[in-house]
């Protein structure tokens, strides 16, 4: 079975930075593009990030632009999500997820395949 865990959030003051980290296990992902989602409470969910299958290109929402880089070891299985100059609108449970289909930039999130449970993040003032 495909399974895909995120790690890293946590409680962390306006302006701090946190790393996310989202290992697979099941199959490679070598291969694949995969996508940083996130979803504050009471909210829909929405695009974060997204990066191909070697990592030369990346593409994230504009809010999140110039703030969060993502990046990917394929030997380790690993994609992480490096979050800087966090502000508390960036509260949120944050969700990796693995396209099957294409190697490329994908930013919608109903053509992923498999998803992560989650990662809470709290920004606090």
């Known amino acids: 079975q495909v399974q895909l865990v995120e790690s890293g959030g946590g409680l962390v003051q306006a302006g701090g930075s946190l790393r996310l980290s989202c290992a697979c296990s099941?199959?490679?992902?070598?291969?694949?593009?995969m996508g940083w989602f996130r979803q504050a409470s009471g909210k829909e969910r929405e695009f974060v990030g997204t990066?191909?299958?070697?990592?030369?290109?990346?593409s994230y929402a504009d809010s999140v632009k110039g703030r969060f880089t993502i990046s990917r070891d394929n030997a380790k299985n690993t994609v992480y999500l490096q979050m800087n100059s966090l502000k508390p609108e960036d509260t949120a449970v944050y969700y990796c997820?693995?396209?099957?289909?294409?190697?490329?930039?994908?930013?919608?999130?109903?053509?992923?395949?498999?998803w992560g449970q989650g990662t809470q993040v709290t920004v606090s003032l």
């Open positions: 997820a693995l396209d099957l289909d294409s190697w490329e930039l994908v930013e919608q999130a109903y053509l992923y395949d498999y």
């Open positions: 099941g199959r490679s992902i070598s291969t694949n593009a």
């Open positions: 990066i191909n299958w070697n990592g030369a290109s990346t």
